[in-house]
């Protein structure tokens, strides 16, 4: 790749983390997030408003930015073009606001409005529509031209697509829970903001803490595995070249697209050293989960990589 080539799609890359800014706080507006949480106690509210720094704009422009730079990998790496390339962003970043939605339900129900599962809906759908198209008209992919030809899914029988589901759903679980204590539990700020406590078990005593309280949380978080796997599956198969690679790719949209960056930003709801710490945990079983299930996925991908396809 050329320099004049690397220096316009960095351009266009910081075109479209600006864009996607702008593209979230529409959605904000649109859904209502971005109004105040009525939920909120005074004194949680209050903690939270002087907690966070004047930057928030330029905070917001950084978590989009890297985003904006693994979906300019994506489009570079992507055997597709055009309207189906544009389907698999959608899909992706549909699934970022519906996990937001889903996995706050349990956890934060009594810190956040009654209608937060329909907000963020509605802002990952104006954000999708808008996103997606954007990204690819910006980054040349409804221009260019592909030679290869994709390994279809639909190629696979019945037994590869449910041990597929199978190891996948095992891996989301495990790592879950295996980050959620060896990282965020660690923190002592985090176990009294959600435990009430800085009381700590250990690890085998955390899970049999869950399984007598909440049994229903692992069914709760497979089903969430088997929705995060097939809205972000379209990305993942679209990567050129061999497994190794696809695992790379994989690890890194994962890591950007598992809402790790959105915790870059202040919000009314975490305090700032769980905010960063659940952006560590995250950023972490995003790079742990994307490498095994691009790992797992890429290994049909036999075909020669081919040349990186220019950015028009």
Avoid at 30 to 40: F, N
Avoid at 268 to 275: C, G, L, Q, R, S
Wanted: hydrophobic share 55%; glycine share 10%.
């Amino acid at each position: 790749m050329t320099a004049g080539r690397s220096i316009a799609i960095g351009l266009k890359t910081i075109i479209l983390a600006i864009g996607s800014t702008i593209i979230f706080i529409i959605a904000a507006m649109v859904s209502g997030l971005g109004r105040p949480t009525p939920g909120a106690s005074g004194a949680t509210a209050g903690a939270s408003a002087s907690g966070q720094p004047q930057n928030v704009l330029l905070l917001l422009f950084l978590a989009t930015l890297i985003q904006a730079i693994v979906v300019a990998y994506l489009v570079l790496e992507a055997r597709w073009k055009g309207w189906k390339l544009a389907g698999a962003i959608f899909l992706l970043d549909l699934n970022l606001w519906a996990q937001a939605g889903i996995e706050s339900a349990p956890y934060l129900r009594d810190r956040l409005p009654s209608n937060f599962g329909t907000q963020t809906l509605v802002a990952g759908l104006v954000s999708a529509v808008l996103f997606a198209p954007f990204a690819v008209w910006i980054l040349g992919g409804f221009r260019r031209a592909t030679s290869e030809a994709p390994v279809e899914l639909a190629h696979w029988s019945i037994a590869r697509w449910t041990s597929t589901l199978a190891a996948t759903t095992v891996a989301f679980v495990a790592l879950y829970y295996l980050c959620g204590y060896y990282i965020a539990w660690q923190n002592p700020a985090l176990r009294q903001f959600y435990s009430g406590t800085t009381a700590i078990r250990s690890f085998w005593g955390q899970i049999a803490w869950i399984w007598t309280s909440t049994p229903w949380m692992f069914p709760f978080q497979a089903g969430r595995s088997l929705l995060f796997v097939a809205m972000t599956l379209p990305a993942v198969r679209m990567l050129r070249g061999g497994c190794l690679r696809v695992a790379f790719g994989t690890a890194l949209l994962y890591a950007a697209w598992d809402g790790a960056t959105g915790l870059i930003v202040p919000n009314p709801i975490f305090p700032p050293t769980v905010a960063h710490t659940h952006l560590v945990e995250l950023a972490v079983w995003g790079l742990l989960f994307g490498t095994f299930v691009g790992w797992l996925v890429g290994r049909d991908n036999v075909a020669p990589p081919g040349r990186i396809p220019q950015v028009a």
